[in-house]
């Protein structure tokens, strides 16, 4: 009922904030949607558009409503196969200046679970505040992000959710080494670096951050840090064509500490694109210290040949090192993901490794992909 | 590509890509830029992702996509180059693109777009 709350109240806010919001002269303003609308209708607050994968956008309101949704389809080694639409997200933007914004991403999760083998299904609908934030900006340099937000390590949990990911499972190390969200205050921007060739200067991003109060909506498995601190730095390409980045990261959770550092880098081109990373955990807090390294590559067939277009051939190597009993194991994927569209993506690969543990196993992973 | 007539700059290519991907999203005063497109089966936009992005608009699709995971949504769009001459003109943050010879002293033109070859299109890279 608390999650149930904060979330009407955050829809009465973006409602009294929209009806707020200066109008700007109507015949001046520009269609407010990010592309051809699907359909129009309209409204005393200008026009409501729906665009294909890209949300509804309300008029001069500032609000946008969208998100996405995943049917996975697995079969493990030594279990069943499983069915499962594992939750649906909405996505809420609200713009009303060009200096601030506020967002949310509400999960709807444990929609329901088919059990192939036995024909039993299971059901244990959820609502999670997975982000929340509002964000002033002081420019492209300074901008504060205030709320539950990703945590900034490296390059996959920037953007972990399965319609943006190129497979259907994720690399191991993510479930253990750190928290996926902060709840609290960050700084970030980006500055000109110098540096550059044809494309102009470089970019430096910059994240520092720190979980300064508890974890909102927090997960019970695993239990996240009580507090934590961190900060990541990335030099890339103007057109982020390639980067490198390193984060650094220290939690604490019942006065115990561990600390995170991480290297990534990523770098695309014509139909290939490559990124990796790799992530040490050392401390205190239990069952978070790893080793882990890996590497990701994407071939995008449809480049050379138009009837394959949206086309992709994915591989994945991961060298993942608990501390503990547990042995280190070497995994691989290999699969593909195909867009047929922008708002479909459906996806289907198999993991390899030499070793079985509560966190890896082998098996064919399958996802279908919905952005609305 | 045109600015308010009171906006004085030169932009790169490379800037125009980071505006219109919102990787730069201000001024170098400090105040907010808004990009404006043509809807997206328009002559003038096609040519502008052609000559801005380069021939794989796939990539194009896969970056919005990623950033619609924070909520953030590529420019808005308008029907016309008229319409978008008639907005930038009255909105002095804003950037668009139309025809050079819709170009008039209602704005200001601050990077000339060739298509060098309007014809030779290789649809194999989009």
Redesign the interface.
Known sequence: MLRLARCLALVCCLAIGSVARAEP?AS?E???????PFFSIGSPVGSIDYVL???L?LGRTGL?I?GFSTLEIDKLQGEPGMLELDSINF???WEPF??F?A?ADLELGNLFAWNLSSGGTDSDVSLVVERLFADL?L??PLNLRFGKFQTPVGIWNM?P?E??TWTANDPIFLETAFDEHQTGLSLFG?IDAGGGGV??AN?LNYWVYGQVMDALDRSEDPIPADRSAGGRLRYAD???DWAVGSSFLASELDGDWNYLAGLDAFW?K?PVELQGEWTIVRGDIPDRNLWDIYTQGVY?L?????AL??LHLVGRFEYFNPSGPEPASHIGNLGMAW?PT?FLIIKAGYQFTDQRSDFVNRGFFSSISV?F | MIVHADRNLQLTRTELAQIYLKRRRFWENGEPIVPVNRNSVSAARELFVRQVFGDDSRRLEVYWNRQYFEGVLPPATLASDEAVKRFVASERLAIGYIASDLVDESVKAVLRIRDPSPVSENPSHR
Not at chain 1, 302 to 306: A, L, S, W
């Open positions: 002269p001046l520009p269609t407010p949607t990010p592309d051809d994968g890209r949300g956008s946008h969208g996505l809420v933007a060009e200096f914004r967002f900006s420019g492209d953007i959710a319609p943006f980006s494309n102009g970019t103007p057109l982020g695309q014509g995008h449809g480049y050379h040949t138009r277009r949206g867009t922008r952005l």
